[in-house]
Structure formats: structure tokens, C-alpha cells
């Protein structure tokens, strides 16, 4: 029994890190890898550039990821460290987004993954809020959406330090 769970935790490695090769090969333009020790690979920081013609242009956006011991049979719990004003992003960071919970599939990777987290700052839905209040506004008043999100991306996003 120990030889299978051996062979079990030895390709989670292996698939982790050949994800994190795809991202410290550029393969994904906008999104780089910035906190990561070898001998921890299941806890992640990753940075992303806001979208373009969004309220987050410009900004670079921190988040962290944590492979959970059944990846990637299970989604990785993906959180923002900055600040984001979004309908789908929690006070504390988490993320509402239906890949990281019950459509996730163990062919999607890390590089796919937070492809659909930057797509989620462009196209937010506020049919499923975890900030009633960016949800509120998202739906109702567009235009105040828009300023207070690009408020929070120039306080929290730009020049912070790390850039991509």
C-alpha cells in the first residue's frame, strides 16, 4: 500500500510541477509566478495582469493557490491576496467561479485555471455575487461599478511592487 500512495503523491508532484513550468515558461503572457519554494509546490503565489479595457487595466493582481492533497481530482483553492473590488471576489479574497468548485475537471490546469480568473475580472457575473455590494452596483449602476473597482485597482494594484 505504500508503493501505490508513493506513485499517487509522486505524479501529483510531477503534474504540479510541469504546471509550474508552463507558467515560468511564459506560455501564459499575463500571469507570472512570483512566491514559490520547490520543497513546498502546493502553496502558490501567482500574479496577474488585469484585463484590458476593464476597471483592473494596469493593475497586477496577487493571488495565492493551494493544491489540496486529492489534486487534480479536486479544483485548487485559488484566493486574491490584493484587493479587488468584483462581484465574484469575497472581502477576504475568495473566489466565486464554477471551475473551482463543481465544474472542475481534472483535465483543466493551473495556466487554464487562472486564464478563467482573469476572464472573470473582465467579464464578472453578478448573478452569483460574493460582494453583494460590487454585485449590486455591477448590476443596477454600472458606471459607479466601474469607479469604485478602478479606485481600488490604482489603491491596491498599481505599484505594488511586482510587476509581470
Known sequence: MKEVTFIIINSKKKRIMKEIKE??????????????????????????KGPSESP?????FKLNIKF??????????????????????????????????????????LGKTLLSVSSL??????????????GDFHKNDIEQFNVKAKEYTETFAINNDTKI
Not at 56 to 60: A, P
Not at 121 to 134: E, G, K, M, V
Open 121 to 134: 475580472l473582465y467579464c464578472p457575473n453578478s448573478n452569483d455575487p460574493l460582494n453583494l455590494d460590487a
Open 23 to 48: 507558467i515560468l515558461s511564459n506560455e501564459y503572457k499575463d500571469i507570472n509566478l512570483v512566491d514559490y519554494d520547490e520543497n513546498n509546490i502546493y502553496d502558490i503565489n501567482i500574479m496577474i
Open 56 to 60: 483592473y487595466e494596469n493593475g497586477t
Open 68 to 109: 489540496p492533497k486529492n489534486y487534480p481530482f479536486v479544483p485548487p483553492q485559488v484566493t486574491f491576496v490584493t484587493k479587488v473590488y468584483h462581484p465574484n471576489v469575497s472581502l477576504a479574497g475568495a473566489i466565486c467561479l464554477d471551475i473551482l468548485k463543481d465544474q472542475w475537471s481534472p483535465a483543466l490546469t
